[in-house]
């Protein structure tokens, strides 16, 4: 029981490590969550690739670290799952950071290679597809606000969900997976609302500056 809320608790403090904000903070002297979300995608709209790719990793290795933690503290697969969650967790809503995160998703993805690189690496396939798309097609008109990133994001985590459950069942890798998406589904919601937030401050803003 204590390994248990141990491996738990570990998960929800490294996730709650927010890599955009301490390197942004280090490395461009601001911090990014004034200007855009903390995550990967919000790094590479506001520093460019290489600087949102470094963000990106080290989130993602909070989920390899804390699955890591959670099979070799307690080897428990719903363990596993609660630590999957909470290190998604404390990437939305990090306690040394005024509860003011990201979506959660690089974490989420660390979870998934660490369980499960290959069913990973054939979800790539069909996200690289939906990019090519939103290059080529007019999705980058109907949803402007959110980017490419998250959409292939999502469409890789829904491809490899379904590998996984197809490959091996409900329990416990589909499941893990659907529990992460609990976090992600809100913390993405919260991340559009801040959004919308920050795009009409702007607008009031500007307006103000040529009244």
């Known amino acids: 029981m204590v390994d248990a809320l141990v491996a738990v608790l570990a ?13 942004s903070k280090w490395l461009k002297g601001v911090d990014i969550r004034g200007l855009d979300n903390p995550g990967g995608t919000g790094s590479i709209r506001k520093f460019g690739w290489r600087f949102g790719l470094m963000v990106g990793v080290l989130d993602a290795l909070k989920g390899v670290a804390a699955t890591y933690l959670a099979h070799t503290l307690t080897g428990d697969p719903i363990v596993v799952m609660l630590s999957a ?9 990090p306690i ?17 290679i660490y369980h499960y690189p290959l069913e990973f690496a054939l979800g790539l396939i069909p996200a690289l597809l939906m990019l090519a798309l939103y290059k080529r097609t007019p999705i ?8 490419p990133v998250p959409i ?20 416990p890798g ?16 919260v991340m559009l609302l801040r959004d919308r937030e920050r795009r009409r401050s702007g607008v009031e803003g500007r307006r103000s500056a040529t009244s």
Do not use: D
């Open 174 to 189: 589909s499941a893990t997976i659907i529990a992460m998406g609990i976090p992600i589904a809100i913390g993405g919601y």
């Open 85 to 93: 969650m909470a290190v998604v967790a404390g990437h939305n809503w």
């Open 140 to 147: 980058r008109r109907w949803l402007p606000f959110i980017g």
């Open 96 to 112: 040394y950071f005024s509860f003011r995160g990201g979506g959660g998703l690089a974490p989420a993805f660390g979870v998934i």
């Open 11 to 23: 998960a929800y403090l490294c996730g709650s490590l927010l890599f955009g904000v301490i390197l």
């Open 152 to 171: 292939i994001s999502v469409v890789g985590l829904l491809t490899t969900l379904a590998f996984v459950w197809q490959r091996y069942g409900f329990f």
